[in-house]
């Protein structure tokens, strides 16, 4: 009778056992959705551009006058996002993994640094966005990019880029450029003196050359060129800047003045313009007790003549001489007006 008793709590213990492990089963299925549904996104807005250092969280080194960025409080409906070269008087220098994950729709990331992308395109970017990394040739976004299989364009500006005068009308400069890849046109920025930079000019994608007119006699300018692209969304992103170049509108100086000593005098010789009506020569004695003040002695009215002998000086004595050319403009605003170069000065002793 006790085996059996025995037996049957054994069974009963077992059956007790059995219904647990079946009701927690039951209570884990009962708290895991079937098909649990994935988070909701915020609505498409179309295209949304954020260009403001305000939006970003960063982690500042105060000595070294540097950020990290470290995480994104703009608008995460994002489509276009720019990261500047500095934030806050910061240089920018790293991005930390995950700062663009709630970003949903970003498809362009322009980076105006050397920045350091942390983690990989899955980690910093929403799973579904593959954005296009837009910077400069040879810094780290081109190699982030590069390594995790997203495009990478470049915004360089042109590698050449020059202005020059405009030897007949001296109102106006002749710009030169190559060409970029990808550009679509060009936007060309001027200014006068130390003064801030306008846009004078936007320009097609042919790299012909360009006349910048309307410039003041006697001003200097500074020109520098930026080119523009276009995202998938026919967005524009301006480039970045090609080197300057500047013109001062007057007569290039005369090349190769000499002066030598001969019996008697002096012989000044130059390399000829053919952009200029002729030139002036100015001279003065360097004697001593002689007048310090320059006086001209000559005006060579071709261009072609270009040599002078001043005769009748005093033997042993030393002198100076100072040449410039000169113009008589024909045409344009500035038509019947004499403009002259910079002198260049030179010294010889009479024989």
């Known amino acids: 009778m006790k085996h059996v008793i025995k037996v049957r709590i054994g069974i009963l213990t077992c059956l007790l056992l059995v219904l647990t492990m079946i009701s927690g089963i039951i209570r884990g299925y009962a708290d895991t959705p079937i098909n649990p549904e994935p988070p909701l996104l915020p609505a498409w807005s179309g295209i949304v551009t954020v260009n403001s250092e ?23 409906v994002v489509t276009t996002l720019y990261i500047p070269e500095k934030i806050r008087g910061n240089t920018v220098v790293a991005v930390s993994d995950q700062v663009f994950h709630s970003c949903y729709y970003l498809r362009n990331l322009i980076i105006y640094g050397n920045v350091e992308l942390n983690g990989n395109s899955s980690s910093m970017f929403y799973v579904t966005q593959k954005p296009t990394i837009w910077g400069k040739k040879g810094t780290k ?9 997203l495009v990478f364009q470049a915004m360089d500006g042109p590698e ?36 801030k930079y306008t846009l004078c000019a936007l320009l097609g ?6 006349s910048s007119s309307n410039l003041e006699l006697g001003a200097t300018y500074t020109f520098k060129m930026h080119p523009v692209f276009y995202t998938s969304d026919n967005e524009e992103i301006e480039g970045f800047a090609s080197k300057e170049a500047s013109i001062t509108m007057k007569l290039a100086e005369l090349k190769k003045l000499r002066a030598k000593g001969i019996k008697g005098g002096v012989q000044l010789n130059w390399e000829r313009d053919k952009d200029v009506s002729g030139y002036d020569i100015y001279m003065k004695s360097l004697a001593k007790g002689a007048k310090a003040d320059y006086k001209r002695i000559k005006v ?3 261009n ?24 008589t403009l024909n045409k344009g605003q500035h038509k019947g007006k004499k403009i002259y170069s910079s002198f260049v000065t030179v010294h010889a002793k009479v024989k």
């Open 141 to 149: 976004p081109e190699t982030f990019a590069a390594s995790n299989g």
């Open 160 to 195: 050449e880029f020059s202005a020059k005068t405009n030897t007949i009308l001296l109102d106006r400069a002749a710009i030169k450029w190559s060409a970029v890849d990808g550009a679509v046109s060009y936007k060309l920025y001027r200014r006068k003196g130390n003064g």
């Open 300 to 302: 060579v009215g071709k």
């Open 54 to 76: 305000d939006v970003f969280v960063t982690a500042d080194d105060s000595v070294n006058k540097t950020c990290t960025i470290t995480g994104y409080t703009g608008n995460e």
């Open 205 to 210: 994608n042919n790299s012909e050359p360009f």
């Open 304 to 327: 072609k003549t270009t040599g002078y002998r001043c005769k009748k000086l005093v033997k042993g004595t030393k002198y100076s001489f100072k040449v410039r050319s000169f113009k």
